[in-house]
């Protein structure tokens, strides 16, 4: 309990940048966030050409990206597709995962194939699976940030 405690206090810092258009679905997920213990403040993009433009311009360093794959303008894929290719931008090492409902497996190769992605989960239908996935993402990635931090101050 004392290491999950650390895991959300060391992630507090930081931001949560959301990819999603839909904002019954923001408001589902910040709600989820929110119920869970995460006090990060939470910012949402309806597209990646928003998203990239944060990014580049962000003088803190998210804590994760969460993106939807489909989108208006630019979608997930496309974003982190330039991400990818933006040298400056990948080389920030922003955890990012695909939160979506496609359960296409032709869409999840072609994700996978054109893209590093950490995680790809898909969205369920109800809440209750929505803030257990949520929270599976952000208590790893809490986890890691914890380990890298102690990485780091071994150095």
């Not at 809440?127 to 890691?144: E, F, R």
Request: hydrophobic share 40%; charged share 30%.
């Amino acid at each position: 309990m004392k290491d999950h405690l650390l895991n959300k206090a060391m992630a507090n810092s930081r931001p949560i940048v959301i990819l999603e258009d839909d904002e019954d679905d923001q408001e589902l997920i910040e709600e989820a966030i929110r119920e869970i213990g995460f006090k990060n403040k939470i910012i949402f993009f309806k597209d990646g050409e928003e998203g990239v433009e944060y990014l580049r311009m962000a003088k803190e360093l998210p804590f994760i990206i969460i993106s939807d794959l489909k989108m208006p303008r630019m979608d997930g894929l496309e974003f982190k597709i330039c991400i990818d290719q933006d040298q400056s931008l990948r080389q920030k090492m922003i955890p990012f995962v695909f939160l979506t409902t496609s359960t296409d497996i032709t869409v999840f190769k072609r994700v996978n194939s054109q893209t590093t992605i950490l995680g790809y989960f898909v969205k369920p239908n109800n809440y209750h699976d929505l803030k257990y996935t949520i929270k599976t993402i952000l208590d790893y990635w809490g986890a890691q940030e914890s380990f890298s931090m102690h990485f780091e101050n071994q150095r």
